[in-house]
């Protein structure tokens, strides 16, 4: 069983009256990753929910995705690529180590475009001689050094 996340949101506002709710609705049906045996359905706004792509849905639609630049990689990739506008946790047995060279084709693709690649407090370093010896020029290589989870999400 995975450990579950909960925040509980409460109004501290004095006697003023608390803000008025979201203009968007809750989802008619959470999906099933989203539900919590003891707590029951963890309900996402509608914007979350349709942005969020989970491992299990791989037949979902993907509007844009940048090929990762290794062919079996792009075969089992919803869409044929990594999904654009979309967060992708990257997970290996030692962290670190290879993503630098799972990432590079993609990121080099997006720099040719004349893009940044961000960097959000990142465990390691990044090691520039051996991002240039990946064909990526660290002009384009923005690190945002932050060690706490609150700056990262800050910076995020």
């Known amino acids: 069983m995975e450990p579950s996340m909960a925040a509980s949101l409460s109004w501290v506002g004095g006697d003023d009256p608390p ?4 203009p968007f609705p809750p989802p008619a049906s959470p999906s099933p990753a989203s539900r919590d045996p003891q707590k029951g359905p963890l309900m996402l706004p509608h914007a979350v ?3 969020l792509w989970r491992g299990d849905a791989l ?3 993907v509007t844009r995705v940048l090929s990762s630049g290794f062919k079996a990689l792009d075969a089992q990739l919803p869409g044929g690529g990594w999904p654009c506008g979309s967060l992708t ?3 290996q047995v030692q ?3 290879l993503e630098w060279r799972l990432l590079a084709p993609a990121m080099r693709s997006l720099v040719a475009q004349g893009k940044q690649i961000v960097v959000v407090g990142p465990p390691k370093a990044p090691n520039i001689p051996g991002l240039v010896h990946l064909g990526l020029d660290e002009r384009h290589l923005v690190w945002i050094h932050a060690d706490k ?3 990262r999400l ?3």
């Open 19 to 22: 803000p008025a709710a979201l």
């Open 154 to 156: 800050w910076a995020i």
């Open 59 to 61: 037949g979902s639609p």
């Open 49 to 51: 929910e349709s942005a």
């Open 95 to 97: 962290p670190t180590v």
């Open 89 to 91: 946790e990257v997970l």
């Open 149 to 151: 989870p609150l700056e």
